[in-house]
């Protein structure tokens, strides 16, 4: 059971450089979601989607972009990456119309330097 | 404001006690979610109970129960008889609106506690 799969697990990057972070689920689940990690500062969201073809903006978009092409994929960009997006990625997944549990992946490590 | 307040940075419990982290929230929906998550040292998120804002009982999952004070607008997490594998970054989220109407599914999250269980 794969569930939710991230890619890559850790990057290092130099500033200025582009990114894309992969996610993919294979629950066929609606909704998706990118949350940063920062200690002291907790899980904010940074973009979600409600369904394949929308995507809406969390707490932090800045400086991200995202798209859904389809049901499964969900990848996170940042265009210009700067020290500040230095962070724990992790990308979630939860079923329409239930609790609202997030399935999560098992996060991305990136450094921008 | 904050709509999720975890006022407890850090904790260290001996083992076999039992433990409350403190979790507060603020909204003004009468519909909403609450749910406690760990995340161990090696960083995966893993779901531990939810409580809804219309459940009469306080939710219960083996060792973990929340203590849900609608009124105090509180959701604390009790692990009973806690264990060396307890000890974890725990977070408190919150769902704010109706499970029906499409698109309430975004969680917000606390800063976290951090458990640390005493041999």
């Known amino acids: 059971i794969a569930g939710i799969t991230q890619a890559p697990t850790s990057q290092i990057l130099a500033a200025g450089r582009r990114m894309t972070l992969r996610c993919t689920q294979d629950?066929?689940?609606?909704?998706m979601y990118w949350y940063r990690q920062d200690l002291g500062l907790g899980l904010r969201l940074i973009h979600y989607?409600?369904?394949?073809?929308?995507?809406g903006k969390g707490e932090v978009p800045d400086g991200y972009s995202v798209s859904r092409a389809n049901t499964d994929d969900f990848p996170l960009t940042l265009a210009s990456a700067v020290p500040s997006q230095t962070s724990v990625y992790f990308c979630?997944?939860?079923?329409?119309?239930?609790?609202?549990?997030?399935?999560f992946g098992e996060g991305s490590r990136l450094t921008v330097l | 404001a904050q709509k999720i307040t975890q006022t407890q940075p850090g904790m260290f419990v001996q083992e076999k006690e039992a433990v409350t982290l403190d979790c507060t929230y603020d909204?003004?929906?009468?519909?909403?979610?609450l749910f406690w998550y760990k995340q161990p040292s090696s960083g995966e998120m893993i779901f531990l109970i939810y409580?809804?804002?219309?459940?009469?009982q306080n939710a219960t999952e083996g060792r973990y129960s929340l203590n849900f004070q609608k009124a105090r607008k509180s959701a604390n997490l009790v692990i009973s008889a806690s264990q060396l594998g307890d000890s974890a970054m725990y977070f408190c989220?919150?769902?704010?609106?109706?499970?029906?109407?499409?698109?309430?599914?975004?969680?917000?999250f606390g800063t976290g506690t951090r458990l640390t269980i005493i041999p």
């Open positions: 979630a997944s939860s079923e329409m119309f239930a609790t609202g549990e997030l399935f």
């Open positions: 629950m066929r689940h609606n909704a």
């Open positions: 989607s409600n369904t394949a073809g929308t995507t």
């Open positions: 909204t003004s929906d009468p519909s909403y979610g």
């Open positions: 409580q809804g804002s219309y459940d009469q």
């Open positions: 989220a919150m769902r704010e609106g109706s499970i029906r109407n499409f698109g309430n599914e975004k969680l917000t």
